[in-house]
């Protein structure tokens, strides 16, 4: 599977063209799939209005909305209770996974629950997130950015990717989300980590991460 991992979308002009690279023909000739699950576990975004958004492609950050050719909706709650045949095939044939931004925690949750964690590796399609859905593909997240408690507690999630995000540098909206909060923050990881503003994606193919930026990020080394 290729990563596009962002921290607000599809925004600009760099990220949007590393997407239309990795999936290999254009945006309206492909298919995709969009993962909501994440934001109910987070008090700002879901069930609200902003889940709604997500899914019908009227987004502040643009992912759903840019033009596919076809959007499905993969809602990760409701696969343990339909048989796998009905959903495994769609998400083998799509063409790439777009994951909102919520609760990392209560996503990797459903996405171990409904067997979708245990897909992905095998993917050949495009996966790209924002915010936690970046930030669930990583080997933890470190406490700064728990807040939906899993059963059996900690901050860890999918180590798809070998090293940690810190989303959301430097945003208006966030201020404590600044470079001396993620050096904090960093200190704590075990591995690599990135600190990315919004204007900033890690695009991984085969292991090789580039950094995708118009605007500001930093890489912490252990």
Known sequence: MKFLLTSGGINNKSIHD?????????IAESNALCIPTEMYGHPWVGPRVKAWQFISGKEENPMVGLGWKSVGVLELTALPSIDENRWIP?????????VSGGDALYLCHWMHQSGLADLLPSLNSVYVGMSAGSMVMTPKIGEYFVGWDPPGG??????LVDFSIFPHLDHEMLPGNTMAAAER???????????IDDQTAIKVVDGAVEVLSEGNWRLFTP
């Open 154 to 159: 900690g901050d860890e999630t999918l180590r």
């Open 18 to 26: 590393a997407l239309v690279d990795m999936l290999g023909k254009p």
């Open 185 to 195: 923050w960093a200190a704590e990881m075990q591995g690599p980590a990135y600190a």
């Open 90 to 98: 769609l998400v083998q044939e799509t063409d790439v996974l777009l």
